[in-house]
């Protein structure tokens, strides 16, 4: 594993001014402005595990509570492909989270992240990593992501989606303030579709601070870097995980080529699971 999750190599690497005579110092203050040191630091506790017992060790040290419901529902799936679609709430614990819980009862399941949690090697084994700031296509979403996870499935294993390819926001629907997804994005609908296997929702409880929803004013780039803050925050708390009873191909199907209505319509069925 790496000695540190983001190293000053590294660092160095992006930029002439950070290779320049106040090269450290600026270093220093990005770190410290971005909590890349907090990043560090909770990795280094933790990369001398991999996978779901990486994902394990990292939450208890941050004394997060995990309450998980209903995964006797995977019992029926430890050797048959699936697809679990997921709200995000977090943007970083709860791809750790859906990692410990599904990783941890079936065999090869991987999840498609973007390139900032694919930084963390330790998980490697259960990540398919895009880049949607580099290699942008319409709706977020890397041709060799969808070839890899398209491909992953047909050889008969589980893969993960936060379909909303983004962080969750604040949001006014319906007169009132509430924290949701945008919507789902088509070219991870599409996947589903092309896959034709049962597809189960799993509702992850809990919402970042007040101050990372309103960096979005700042841009997608400032929030991003709000990230690594959100991290110490969660600690002590409770996550409430529910996994859904499995929405069979042949309901998939019913929707033929309404990538907009089965979208939505998966996207209320892991919402609903956070009112039970």
Not at 104 to 131: C, P, Q, W
Not at 149 to 155: F, G, L, N, Q, R
Not at 183 to 207: C, L, R
Not at 210 to 231: A, M, N, P, Q, W
Request: hydrophobic share 40%.
């Amino acid at each position: 594993m790496k000695e540190t999750l983001i190293s000053r190599e590294e660092l160095r690497s992006l930029h002439p001014a950070f290779r320049g005579k106040y090269g450290d110092k600026l270093i220093d203050l990005g770190l410290r402005i971005s909590a890349l040191n907090v990043a560090n630091e909770i990795y280094n506790r933790s990369k001398h595990l991999t996978g779901p017992a990486f994902c394990k060790d990292l939450l208890d040290k941050l004394e997060i509570t995990r309450t998980v419901r209903n995964t006797e529902v995977l019992d029926e799936f430890r050797d048959r492909p699936f697809i679990t679609v997921s709200n995000h709430p977090y943007g970083h614990v709860d791809g750790i989270a859906a990692i410990e819980t599904v990783g941890s009862r079936v065999h090869n399941y991987k999840m498609m992240v973007n390139v900032i949690l694919g930084l963390i090697d330790t998980m490697a084994e259960n990540f398919i990593t895009v880049n949607p700031m580099k290699y942008a296509e319409k709706n977020s979403i890397t041709y060799a992501g969808i070839k890899e996870s398209i491909a992953h499935v047909k050889a008969g294993f589980p893969l993960g989606f936060f379909a909303a390819g983004a962080v969750s926001n604040l949001i006014f629907k319906k007169g009132k303030l509430v924290i949701e997804d945008r919507e789902w994005q088509p070219a991870v609908v599409k996947i589903i579709q092309k896959t034709k296997v049962p597809v189960i929702p799993m509702h992850i409880s809990g919402h970042n601070s007040l101050s990372f929803y309103l960096s979005k004013i700042f841009g997608y780039k400032v929030r991003t870097l709000r990230l690594c803050h959100e991290l110490y925050n969660k600690k002590g708390k409770e996550m409430v995980i529910t996994l859904g009873n499995p929405i069979m191909p042949d309901m998939i199907a019913s929707f033929k080529d309404d990538t907009s209505g089965l979208g939505e319509y998966l996207k209320k069925e892991t919402y609903a699971l956070g009112k039970k």
